[in-house]
């Protein structure tokens, strides 16, 4: 095989694993070059650790890399059971304690999204550095069923999300089982326009609570650190918080990540278990 698995566990409740494709030269000068001429090693990956091994369904490998940056310690791709994602904090969170020579120690990955510095706390928790929003939210009507929608589309650091507040599509997040159906029929209605649905809450004292539906009608278990990232932008851009409040981010199964604004970054922080 041209891969080696590295570790699985799982971050802030989510499923996650790390391979290594570190060995394979690529020649490539972007990341989206890198994973055009990695293709099938990817693909190796993903059969490897979704039908070979019986991975999770729901879980997202973090696939190191040789970077096409000099800037960078690792390039970062990632790979679901239905194919390529285009970004994942979660699975950056566990590369990142995986690729980690020690406590306190920072490794940046070069992502299709762009540059993402990876900071273990040495507590069993990363703090990711993020990409921020290159384009503000975009307001869009959406039929589903011969009824519209307003959502609004956000894309930052590699994966774009169509959100919509929960209510409005008279689901109930405290019933997290019940929103794959639902929520890819909003996915396919949406089409080309998003790859991952942002089910939100408002936000109170800095806190709020979403469920992201993505791939093959996939709930996912945690936070979500893109949909953090996302949620955090729609915030900010509402006046439900100031640049450089923070927000604590829950997903419908309990576990939180933390965000904030610091200048033209986005700071993410979770919680990280790995098993060798």
Known sequence: MTHTFLAHGSSSGQPVACADLTSLAHGADSMAGVRAALGPALEEVRADFFVRRGGDPGAIVAVVTRPPRPDADDGLLFVAADGPLGGC???????????????GATVVFDTLGGLIRATDRGDGTITLRMPTAAQPPSTHVL????????????????????????????????????????????????????????????????RTRSAVVWGEEIVNRGPCGTGTCARLVLALADGELAAGETLRHFSPYGEAFEARLDGFTILLRGGVDVSR
């Open 143 to 206: 039929g589903v069923g011969g009824r519209p929608y307003t959502v609004r589309i956000v894309s930052v650091a590699g994966n774009t999300f169509i959100a919509l507040p929960a209510a409005e599509a008279e689901l109930d997040l405290d019933r997290p089982d019940e929103l794959a159906g639902p929520g890819g029929a909003l996915l396919r209605a949406a089409g080309a326009a998003a790859g991952l649905l942002l089910l939100t809450e408002p936000v109170v004292d800095g």
């Open 89 to 103: 904090g979660e699975a950056s969170m566990f590369a990142g304690m995986v690729r980690s020579p020690g406590d």
